[in-house]
């Protein structure tokens, strides 16, 4: 299994013979770099190099680094991984709109789905899950009924309680914010893995945002953050924990299913993406996979954790 890890007290770190060593005045620490799949720094006062994070991002591995509120908030994205992206971003740019369209449909229509699933997972009210399982099915090209937002307000309060809004400045919203940016860094770093250009969205279409793409692609798997943040709700208190913000981080490794089959998120995202591929070069959206949301299982070994 692929590692993340994160940095919290170490002080230094550096390269060594292809492995990364953390110096902490407790400890040192080391991984070998081949290892890792990416690497949090949730700790202002950590000392690295351009060697140590050129290093890094040659290996695949990308990089976080996190504000004073613990916040993930900048990302190093490793490049030159792809083979033509020259070749990827012009079939970006020459997507139809409707062709963008048919893809956002289905993307809305998952994440949709995967609420109604979040909300039956948890018990909560079963006609709240079913209202948004019927609106799953009027979704349509472009969302052109805005059915995402009509999900959304019924989806949070039916979850967290009928004072519950995203505007609040809780712990709630905080566990939420913090496991939105790491499932966005994973599909981040995916794309560019895949020569796509952030910045060249299918709906998301901010002129400041480098990441509109990911924000895309991430929607369907918001509500496993949701999930999580239900799950643990007794355990958060007002700010989150060094223990909350390391299994938020952890749900890339949580098992969802993609066409028919359970997987590790970090393994669905790259099959989604590669499917998004396959979708653009075929222009049929028919073949975008996209990720269902089921219950974890801890007993579960992917053949691919090696």
């Known amino acids: ?9 170490g002080e230094k770190m550096t ?31 950590t000392l690295l190099s351009m060697g140590v994070l050129t290093q890094l991002a040659q290996a695949g591995v990308h990089v976080l680094l996190c504000d004073e509120k613990h916040l993930p908030c900048a990302e190093l ?8 992206p020259l070749t ?8 139809s709109q409707s062709f963008k369209d048919l893809l956002w449909q289905r993307i809305v229509t998952a994440k949709i789905q995967n609420q109604a699933k979040t909300l039956r997972l ?24 805005n059915r995402e937002a009509q999900a959304a307000k019924l989806y949070f309060p039916a979850l967290f309680g009928a004072g519950f809004t995203r505007t609040l400045d809780d712990v709630t919203n905080a ?5 939105y940016a790491i499932i966005r860094s994973a599909v981040s770093k995916t794309l560019a893995g895949y020569g796509y250009s952030g910045v060249l969205g299918l709906h998301h279409i901010g002129p400041g945002n480098p990441f509109n793409l990911a924000d895309d692609l991430m929607e369907p798997l918001r509500p496993l953050v949701d999930l999580w943040t239900d799950d643990h709700c007794d355990d958060l208190y007002e700010q989150l924990s060094r223990t909350n913000r390391r299994e938020l981080i952890g749900l890339v490794n949580h098992i969802i299913r993609l ?7 970090r393994y669905a995202i790259d099959r989604y ?3 998004l591929t396959s979708a653009i070069e075929g222009q049929d959206a028919g073949l975008l996979r996209l990720p269902e949301l089921i219950r974890n299982d801890p007993t579960f070994e992917d053949e691919q954790d090696g």
């Open 122 to 145: 948890v018990g909560a009210n079963g006609s709240k899950a079913q209202k948004l399982e019927e609106l799953a099915l009027t979704v349509q090209p472009g969302d052109s009924g």
């Open 273 to 275: 993406v590669k499917s």
């Open 259 to 265: 066409d028919g089959q359970k997987m590790r998120v």
């Open 175 to 179: 566990a939420l914010n913090y496991g």
């Open 77 to 84: 994205l490793p490049l030159a991984q792809h083979y033509r």
């Open 88 to 95: 990827v971003l012009q079939k970006q740019m020459e997507l």
């Open 1 to 9: 299994m692929w590692r993340t890890l994160i940095v919290t007290s």
């Open 15 to 45: 390269v060594r013979d292809g492995w990364l060593h953390v110096y902490s005045p407790q400890q040192e620490a080391r991984v070998p770099i081949g290892d890792l799949y990416s690497v949090v720094v949730d700790n202002r006062q």
